[in-house]
């Protein structure tokens, strides 16, 4: 076990709706990275928090949003659902945007 | 275009037997290469990490090799189990300072008894 938690483990949303996942990590870790992982695929980079600030994006449209507090908790935000966001998202903890990151069990997201 | 590719995309081996899986990337300057293991629907764990001045390293019956300049990697897993069944997935990092890590798609290993 990493320290790094996620929650929920799976939901269903349908089409339009919006979600919010929610990543705690691990004790000392004050970055979170928040991937997401389409079936038979590797993870792709959404964003990095680090200090409650958004440390860089990869190719997601503005509709993924992402918040991390001062406990360095983490939450990603995801409005107008689409089918193919259907995904397992990841979030991974690590000590400064280029330590070593451990990952969370997932959340495995179903857009119908 | 993806900077890390992995072969072979799937194998299925029996239990007891050895198999090596290969990883090719591009992404330059090179800073480290890890190795993870995923089970399905979980979050992947690392078994190994190399930089550039690293050739192997192990983790148990885990065995990563690294040529920096060829650009390739390769995972052997030795003896296996059935728990070693899981998808495994290289994950290539550029230099110092750059957070972004670009991930293969993985190569899903079944051990069957």
């Known amino acids: 076990e990493t320290g790094v938690t996620q929650s929920p483990t799976h939901l269903i949303k349908t089409r339009g709706q919006q979600v919010t996942l929610r990543c705690s990590s691990q004790s000392g870790h004050n970055t979170v990275s928040w991937y997401q992982q389409a079936l038979g695929q590797g993870p792709q980079f959404i964003f990095q928090?680090?200090?409650?600030?958004?440390?860089g994006r990869g190719n997601f449209p503005p509709r993924f949003s992402g918040l991390q507090f001062p406990n360095y908790s983490s939450e990603l935000n995801v409005n107008a659902l689409e089918l193919d966001d259907s995904a397992l998202y990841l979030c991974?903890?690590?000590?400064?945007?280029?330590?070593?990151?451990?990952f969370g069990p997932g959340t495995r997201l179903t857009v119908t | 275009k993806n900077q890390v590719e992995q072969s072979p995309q799937s194998l299925i081996i029996l239990e007891g037997k050895n198999c090596t899986l290969q990883?090719?990337?591009?992404?330059?300057?090179?800073?480290?290469l890890r190795w993870y293991k995923q089970d399905t629907g979980r979050g992947p764990v690392s078994l190994t990490i190399m930089t550039f001045s690293e050739n192997t390293k192990s983790n148990g019956r885990y065995t990563a090799t690294l040529d920096a300049d060829t650009k390739q990697s390769s995972l052997h897993i030795t003896a296996s189990q059935l728990s070693d069944s899981a998808s495994y997935i290289c994950v290539v990092s550029a230099r110092c300072g750059d957070y972004k890590l670009s991930f293969g798609a993985g190569t899903t290993v079944t051990v069957r008894a």
């Open positions: 928090y680090y200090r409650e600030e958004e440390n």
């Open positions: 991974a903890s690590s000590f400064g945007p280029t330590g070593e990151q451990y």
């Open positions: 990883c090719n990337y591009t992404v330059s300057p090179f800073s480290n």
